[in-house]
Structures are given as structure tokens and as C-alpha cells.
């Protein structure tokens, strides 16, 4: 038997598992997963650590193909002419490398925000910041920051523990939500005691210790404030001289390869095929991390990698442990006016969740097994709007 083409993926977020299970299809090839941390975090549960309904950890071996070789370190620099990833102790070698390390924290641009403000995008973010609401006194009065399901969901998991919430948006209310869904998410919210401010004077203009300013001139007592204005990249990619969007997310053609180097392949929310980003999401993540393993494994075939295909179903927000919206879209990630809400949206929002992670054991299992709704026709008319000349 001749020698195995070493395959390395850097980050264990969904993206990176999907991609590291499905690679274990062909036997001469050898997985190894890279990341900072021995646990898997199904991000989607990062609400109810802050709340206290869920650890929002999952061991890796319950994830995890066994074939696939798992190295705990964080990657600094990506060597792209020498094939090897350098780590903070070490450093390994590729054939092929798929970049899939993900989203977290957004650097705020707002005054006293990174100072004074608590982000929630990472398991370390949210155990400081359900430490620091653990340590203020039940009658504190909260601030939450953001207006799309990260913020909705922390809102209301606080709020149904009884903490006095304001969720401040900086615009409007789930953005993403059909207007029909959006007012049952307000009454949602109101019903759960969630202080709701809307509308472009809502933006948050400086974070004090203990205030939050907005634009308009007003000030809100918040000694727990929380940042959940959407996510951040990491700069590894930048950092290691390959060629990154505004957002630092790896550029690649529609196979997912970066445009640099062909033996380097991006997934999830850190790859932006096209310069023309899905959106983030688990979803998102887990399909591209199977597209980026297919393509992986068409190059080792010497075979010519598919562009990828991906349609939208839905999204689904929770609003504590008994109600939720599960928002049906149109594959060209639109909002349809059907919508599922209260307990039936509750339902299939925790059934989502669940198949977040049970998509990954079940590629563990059966290499190749994922597969997702294809859109075939939306992708193709936004990249042909994109290059076509302006009139």
C-alpha cells in the first residue's frame, strides 16, 4: 500500500467535523483536526449555557470519525508554500488543508463596547459572561445588544429567569423574519417582560460600565451589558498572506478552493466562495463542510470538483424554553410568509438543534452521507449580477 495523502482541517465547529468525517471515505487518506479547545461546541447552544439550561459542550469522541486524528492547539500561521500548519507548540504538514475555522466574537466599533461589554459567539464568552451574571444581583437591569437571533435568544433566556432585559436592535427585529413572524416575535418577547427598542435611533452609541448610550440621546442603566451584534473571522488566513474579503473570510472560486492555492480548501462561515458569502449560520456551516471535503477528495481522484449548491430552508429562533419561530424561506434565503410558532416552533427549533449535531455523528458513522436542499438557480443569477457591467 503506497503512502496517504494527509489532509489536515483547522477548526472543530461544524464545518470542520462535517468536512473531517467526510474525508474518511478513502482509506489512504489521513484526517487530522485542529483546535484550540478538547470539546465540540454546538454554538446554537450558547443561549442556554448564558441561562443555565444547557452545558453547550459535547465530547469529541462523540462526534468524530475514529479515524480522524484530533490535535488540541491553536493554529498560527498557515505556510501555504511549505504545506504545514504552524501551531503555538508545533507544527503539521498537508497535502491538502481545509480552512474551516468559523466565526466568533465581533470586534466592536462602538465606544467602551470591548471594554465594558460582554460578547457571547464563543464557549469562553458566554462562561464569562453567565460568571458575571451569576455576581450581579437578580434585580441588575440587562442590556442586550443586537437585534438578530443571537440577541433575541439570549433576551428571552434571560428574561424567562426573571433578569429585566432591554433588548436594544440598532434597526429592526430579526431582520431575516417575514413581518407576519416578526410581530408574533414581539409579543414573544413582550410577554416574557423583554423591554424591546427598535428603529435606527436605537443603535448603541457608547457602552459605559454601567449605561448604555444610544443615538438618540438616550441612556439605559445596564450593569450587565451583552454583545450580540452579529460575528467575527479570524485572521488567520490574512495573517498567513492568503488573499481574504473585507470580513478577513478566505476568498475562493465556487468549489470552494482558495483563489491563492488549490491545495487549500475553505468551509463555513470563514470562506466566502466568490466574494459572495452564504450566510452564517450551523446550517451553512455543515453543508460547506461537506462540499469542501467532496471537492477535497475529487482533487486527490484527479477528478474536477463540483460548484457548490445550497438552498435554505429555514431558520428558527427560540424565546426561552417554551416558545419559538421556525421561519420557512424561500431557497433564495428569503422569508415565506408560513411560518410555525409557540410550541410547535419551539419544537422544531430544538429539533433543529439536535440534527445540528446528529448530522455529524451520523457522517461519522457513514462517510458521505450528509446530504442538503440544492438551489440550482439563485446562486447563478447573483453571480452573474455581481460581474455584469453597470449600466
Known amino acids: 500500500m503506497g503512502e496517504k495523502t494527509d489532509v489536515v482541517v483547522v477548526g472543530g465547529g461544524y464545518a470542520g467535523v462535517m468536512a473531517a468525517n467526510r474525508l474518511t471515505q478513502r482509506e489512504d487518506v489521513a484526517?487530522?483536526?485542529?483546535?484550540?479547545?478538547?470539546?465540540?461546541?454546538?454554538?446554537?447552544?450558547?443561549?442556554?449555557?448564558?441561562?443555565?439550561?444547557?452545558?453547550?459542550?459535547?465530547?469529541?469522541?462523540?462526534?468524530?470519525?475514529?479515524?480522524?486524528r484530533l490535535v488540541v492547539d491553536s493554529a498560527t500561521r498557515i505556510d501555504a508554500a511549505e504545506r504545514r500548519v504552524l501551531l503555538a507548540s508545533?507544527?503539521?504538514?498537508?497535502?491538502?488543508?481545509?480552512?474551516?475555522?468559523?466565526?466568533?466574537?465581533?470586534?466592536?466599533?462602538?465606544?467602551?463596547?470591548?471594554?465594558?461589554?460582554?460578547?457571547?459567539?464563543?464557549?469562553?464568552?458566554?462562561?464569562?459572561?453567565?460568571?458575571?451574571?451569576?455576581?450581579?444581583?437578580?434585580?441588575?437591569?440587562?442590556?442586550?445588544?443586537?437585534?438578530?437571533?443571537s440577541g433575541i435568544e439570549t433576551a428571552a433566556e434571560l428574561a424567562e429567569r426573571g433578569r429585566g432585559v432591554t433588548l436594544v436592535c440598532g434597526g429592526e427585529l430579526g431582520p431575516y423574519l417575514h413581518p407576519k413572524a416578526r410581530r408574533t416575535a414581539r409579543k414573544y418577547l413582550a410577554r416574557l417582560g423583554v423591554d424591546l427598542l427598535?428603529?435606527?435611533?436605537?443603535?448603541?452609541?457608547?457602552?459605559?460600565?454601567?449605561?448604555?448610550?444610544?443615538?438618540?440621546?438616550r441612556t439605559l442603566a445596564s450593569q450587565v451589558t451583552i454583545w450580540a451584534a452579529g460575528f467575527g473571522v479570524p485572521d488567520l488566513?490574512?495573517?498567513?498572506?492568503?488573499?481574504?474579503?473585507?470580513?478577513?473570510?478566505?476568498?475562493?472560486?465556487?468549489?470552494?478552493?482558495?483563489?491563492?492555492?488549490?491545495?487549500?480548501?475553505?468551509?463555513?462561515?470563514?470562506?466566502?466562495p466568490s466574494d459572495l458569502p452564504f450566510r452564517m449560520s450551523a446550517y451553512a456551516a455543515g453543508c460547506l463542510g461537506a462540499h469542501a471535503a467532496d471537492t477535497v477528495l475529487h482533487r486527490i481522484a484527479g477528478q474536477h470538483p463540483a460548484p457548490v449548491d445550497l438552498a435554505f430552508p429555514a431558520m428558527c429562533i427560540s424565546f426561552g424554553r417554551n416558545a419559538g419561530i421556525f421561519q420557512l424561506g424561500r431557497k433564495d434565503d428569503t422569508a415565506l410568509p408560513l411560518y410555525f410558532p409557540g410550541f410547535a416552533g419551539k419544537a422544531l427549533k430544538e429539533a433543529s438543534c439536535r440534527a445540528s449535531v446528529k448530522h455529524l455523528v451520523t457522517e461519522a458513522r457513514k462517510p458521505g452521507a450528509?446530504?442538503?436542499?440544492?438551489?440550482?438557480?439563485?446562486?447563478?443569477?447573483?453571480?452573474?449580477?455581481?460581474?455584469?457591467?453597470?449600466?
Not at 41 to 67: F, N, S
Not at 94 to 118: I, K, R
Open 370 to 391: 450528509h446530504h442538503w436542499p440544492k438551489d440550482g438557480k439563485h446562486r447563478p443569477a447573483q453571480l452573474a449580477a455581481q460581474t455584469a457591467p453597470i449600466a
Open 31 to 68: 484526517v487530522t483536526l485542529i483546535n484550540p479547545r478538547p470539546v465540540f461546541v454546538p454554538r446554537l447552544r450558547l443561549h442556554q449555557l448564558v441561562g443555565g439550561t444547557h452545558d453547550a459542550v459535547v465530547d469529541y469522541t462523540d462526534v468524530l470519525a475514529e479515524g480522524v
Open 198 to 217: 427598535e428603529g435606527p435611533g436605537s443603535a448603541v452609541a457608547e457602552v459605559r460600565r454601567d449605561a448604555v448610550e444610544l443615538h438618540d440621546g
Open 90 to 149: 508545533a507544527s503539521i504538514g498537508y497535502d491538502y488543508l481545509v480552512y474551516a475555522v468559523g466565526s466568533g466574537n465581533a470586534a466592536p466599533q462602538v465606544p467602551g463596547a470591548a471594554e465594558f461589554a460582554h460578547p457571547v459567539a464563543t464557549l469562553e464568552a458566554a462562561q464569562r459572561l453567565r460568571e458575571a451574571l451569576f455576581d450581579a444581583p437578580a434585580p441588575a437591569a440587562v442590556t442586550v445588544v443586537g437585534g438578530g437571533p
Open 237 to 272: 488566513a490574512a495573517r498567513s498572506g492568503l488573499r481574504t474579503d473585507s470580513a478577513r473570510r478566505l476568498l475562493t472560486d465556487e468549489t470552494l478552493t482558495s483563489i491563492d492555492d488549490e491545495r487549500i480548501v475553505a468551509a463555513g462561515d470563514c470562506s466566502a
